[in-house]
């Protein structure tokens, strides 16, 4: 899960006679930022009393880590936002749910209402979300992914989606790169082969395993003691913020990312979501329900600038401790595309849904205006 681009400018329509309850701050482009916005909402002002709403939100960061306090800080002031219709209740990881697999049965069966989580860790689970969100050489700049949700289609194919789950998908999270911490140098994509190394499962692990990794899936709060440990040698996780809060200087020594310019080519935008139990979608109010979708948009922008600043910081830190920063290659790149193309097609073979998600972004990464991919790329590979 890792994180160039784009700018792309996130309008908000402003209904007349709405007495000003929605005033949005003028919204600010950022260097690869996919929503590259920020915005603050003013007070939603019932129109009604109405009782108020508590919805109980899990999120897959570690308290403390500066993903947790974005998230905590935007869920905290949803009562305010809301005239006091909708409070949100915040928790960080395995404070409800125990890990991964029962955060999505909490939200699945209305122990949660919501939550915010990655979305590749729904795999197993649901084939198509491993292409929800960033992969191997697939779309790698924020914009790109604002544009497949936004304006082509992918949202209401999510949508679609998650409601065989009984979830409804509010939207994305535009959060970082995954980026590889590591008790020996990477150098280039040979340096994997016998490594022991922990990635998010799904197709990036199919990847690392075609260069002779062995791959396994830890939640982030597990990743230390086993780099303490020796149980792993080398952990992909997020980006330099969260990956410093979790005291990854101390127990490894280099950190790979991509060529110039590119955190990462195996994650490069790794998408987090917001989605909830859809039962407790239907009961809120249309007026909510708009006002939810806004207030996802507003944090996916905060929540991805937040992250930025704390990158540039931290990296900074990770320096001053003695970390070494690798970049892998161009060619290293046309390695990994190599590989992962018949990747793609197998996962978009696992189900219908995942075949459908699947070209539409090969059909986005064919067109001129990204051009990633040629007919010759694909030969032979169908869906």
Request: with cysteine.
């Amino acid at each position: 899960m890792q994180e160039q681009g784009q700018k792309k400018d996130v309008a908000v329509e402003k209904k007349p006679q709405d007495n000003g309850r929605r005033k949005f701050l003028k919204t600010a482009a950022a260097a690869g930022a996919a929503v590259a916005a920020s915005a603050s909402v003013g007070p939603f002002i019932q129109t009604a009393k109405a009782k108020t709403t508590v919805w109980k939100m899990q999120s897959t960061w570690d308290a403390g880590t500066s993903g947790y306090t974005l998230f905590e800080e935007w869920a905290k002031g949803f009562i305010e936002r809301s005239g006091g219709e909708l409070d949100v209740k915040p928790f960080p990881a395995k404070s409800v749910a125990a890990d991964n697999n029962a955060l999505f049965e909490a939200v699945k069966t209305g122990v949660l209402q919501g939550m915010n989580a990655f979305t590749l860790y729904w795999a197993g689970k649901i084939p198509a979300s491993v292409f929800l969100s960033s992969y191997p050489v697939g779309p790698d700049q924020p914009a790109q992914w604002d544009i497949m949700f936004d304006a082509l289609g992918m949202k209401e194919l999510a949508r679609e989606i998650y409601a065989k789950q009984g979830l409804f998908y509010i939207g994305h999270v535009q959060h970082d790169a995954n980026i590889i911490h590591s008790k020996k140098p990477v150098n280039s994509v040979a340096d994997f082969k016998g490594m022991k190394l922990r990635v998010p499962g799904g197709m990036v692990a199919e990847v690392f395993q075609s260069f002779g990794a062995s791959t396994v899936s830890l939640p982030g709060s597990d990743i230390f003691p086993a780099l303490e440990k020796g149980t792993i040698d080398a952990a992909d996780y997020v980006g330099p913020a969260v990956n410093w809060d979790l005291g990854f200087a101390q127990v490894t020594k280099y950190i790979l990312f991509g060529p110039p310019g590119l955190m990462s080519i195996y994650q490069p935008v790794d998408l987090m979501e917001m989605s909830c139990n859809l039962g407790a979608w239907k009961r809120l109010s249309p007026e909510m329900q708009a006002l939810m979708e806004e207030q996802v948009k507003v944090f996916s922008a905060e929540h991805f600038l937040g992250i930025q600043k704390r990158n540039v910081e931290a990296l900074a830190k990770f320096k001053e401790a003695g970390s070494v920063v690798n970049r892998m290659s161009s060619e290293d790149i046309a390695a990994f595309r190599k590989n992962a193309i018949p990747i793609w097609f197998n996962w978009g073979k696992k189900s219908p849904d995942a075949a459908r998600v699947l070209q539409l972004q090969l059909d986005f990464m064919l067109n001129d205006l990204m051009g990633y991919l040629t007919p010759e790329d694909i030969k032979g590979y169908s869906l």
